[in-house]
C-alpha cells in the first residue's frame, strides 16, 4: 500500500508517527511523511528511509493554502490511506485526502482531544486513540484504543539492565550518582528551565552524588548549561537528544511536562516522576494526561502557577534521600506496549 502518514510540528505527533511508519515499512509498505519544516524534525527523522513532504498549515490563510498544496501533490501520488497523527500539520493532508476520496485514519495521544481531531473526525474513516479516557470524549462509528506507539528502545529499559549511555560519560557524568531526568518536551520549556536548577541547588547538600540529564530546548541551551555551572551541579544539558531510551535508563528520577508520548514512555520505562503540565495547552490537555496514570508515591502533579523553588526543593529531596531509582513494573499494566503494531494493522484495514 501506498500510506501517507501527517505528523508534523511537534515531538508529540512526529515521534509516534514515525514509529508507526518504520512498522507499515516493515510490512513491506510505501510510507510517506507529510512534514511542516519545522527544524526539530530533521533531527527526529534521520535514517528515514521512506519520502517526505513539507506543508505548513497554520492560520485560515495557510490552512487553506496547505489543503491545496498537498491535494496537487497527492493527486500525482495517490495514497491508499492517509494516516494524521493530529495537529495543525495534518489538517492540510487529511482535507485533501477526502478531497481526492483517500480514506483517512486518525491518532488522537491525548485524553482531551485536540480541536484538530474533532473537526477532521468527520472526515475519517477510523479513530485511534491513545488513552481509554479518550473514548467518550470523540463521537466516531470506527473508534479504536490502539494505545501511544513508542520507541522501540523504550520498553527494554523496563525489563532489564541498560549499559549507562556513552554520551553522559563524555559530559563527565557517571553510574554512581543519584541522576535526575529534566524534560520539557521537544521544543523545550522556559518556565522548567529556570525553576529547577534553582530546585536542585537547595537539595545538593543532601543528595552529595546528585547530577542531572536536561533536555532544554535550544533556545534556553545555553542560559541553563551556565546555571548548572554557576551552581557547581553536575549537568548533561542537550536541546534535544533522539535516543531519549538512553536518557531513561540512566535516570533515577524524572521531573517533566505532560505530553501524550512522555506520559507513555514514562508508564514503559515504569519511571518515577513529577509532572509538570503546561498551563497554556489548549483545553489544559496536559493536566488531563497526568491525571490519567497518576499513581501516588510514584507518579506526582504539580501545578506550574503554584509550584515554587522550596516546594521542588522539599518533592526532590524525598527522592535524594532515598538514594534508589524509583521503578515500578506494574506501573505499567494496561499500558499497549504494541501500539505501533495496533495501529499499523487499523491502518491496513481501511479502504
Not at 86 to 103: E, F, N
Request: with cysteine; charged share 20%.
Amino acid at each position: 500500500m501506498k500510506i501517507d502518514i501527517a505528523c508534523g510540528g511537534t515531538g508529540g505527533h512526529l515521534i509516534p508517527g514515525l514509529v508507526t511508519g518504520e512498522e507499515l515499512q516493515r510490512r513491506g509498505h510505501d510510507v510517506t511523511l507529510w512534514l511542516t519544516g519545522r527544524e526539530i524534525e530533521s533531527a527526529m527523522i534521520q535514517g528515514w528511509r521512506g519520502g517526505s513532504e513539507i506543508v505548513s498549515g497554520r492560520g485560515l490563510l495557510a490552512a487553506v493554502r496547505a489543503v491545496w498544496v498537498c491535494r496537487g501533490k497527492m493527486r500525482a501520488r495517490r495514497p491508499d490511506v492517509v494516516l494524521a497523527m493530529g495537529g495543525y500539520g495534518s489538517i492540510g493532508p487529511t482535507v485533501a485526502a477526502k478531497l481526492l476520496g483517500c480514506p483517512v485514519v486518525l491518532h488522537e495521544a491525548n485524553v482531551i482531544p485536540g480541536r484538530a481531531v474533532k473537526f477532521m473526525a468527520r472526515f475519517a474513516s477510523a479513530v485511534a486513540v491513545a488513552f481509554e479516557g479518550a473514548v467518550g470524549r470523540l463521537r466516531h462509528s470506527n473508534l479504536t484504543v490502539t494505545g501511544m506507539p513508542l520507541r522501540p528502545g523504550v520498553v527494554p529499559v523496563a525489563e532489564g539492565e541498560c549499559a549507562w549511555p556513552s554520551v553522559l560519560k563524555e559530559r563527565g557524568l557517571t553510574s554512581g550518582k543519584w541522576t535526575l531526568l529534566v524534560l520539557g518536551g521537544s521544543q523545550g520549556a522556559h518556565r522548567l528551565n529556570t525553576l529547577i536548577p534553582a530546585g536542585v541547588a537547595a537539595v545538593r547538600e543532601e543528595g552529595r552524588g546528585l547530577q542531572v540529564v536536561h533536555l532544554a530546548g535550544a533556545r534556553d541551551l545555553a542560559a541553563v548549561e551556565n546555571a548548572y555551572r554557576d551552581l557547581g551541579i553536575p549537568a548533561a544539558v542537550f536541546a534535544f537528544h533522539e535516543k531519549i531510551e538512553e536518557l531513561y535508563a540512566a535516570a533515577d528520577y524524572a521531573v517533566c511536562r505532560a505530553g501524550a508520548a512522555t506520559c507513555a514512555e514514562l508508564q514503559a520505562c515504569g519511571l518515577a516522576a513529577l509532572l509538570i503540565p503546561y498551563p497554556h495547552a489548549q483545553d489544559n490537555h496536559q493536566l488531563a494526561n497526568a491525571q490519567a496514570i497518576a499513581e501516588p508515591g510514584h507518579i506526582e502533579i504539580a501545578l506550574e502557577t503554584t509550584l515554587s523553588e522550596e516546594q521542588l526543593a522539599t518533592i526532590l529531596g524525598k527522592r535524594v534521600r532515598a538514594a534508589k531509582t524509583d521503578r515500578e513494573a506494574g506501573f505499567a499494566a494496561g499500558l499497549h506496549r504494541d501500539a505501533a503494531q495496533r495501529l499499523a494493522s487499523l491502518v491496513e484495514t481501511v479502504k
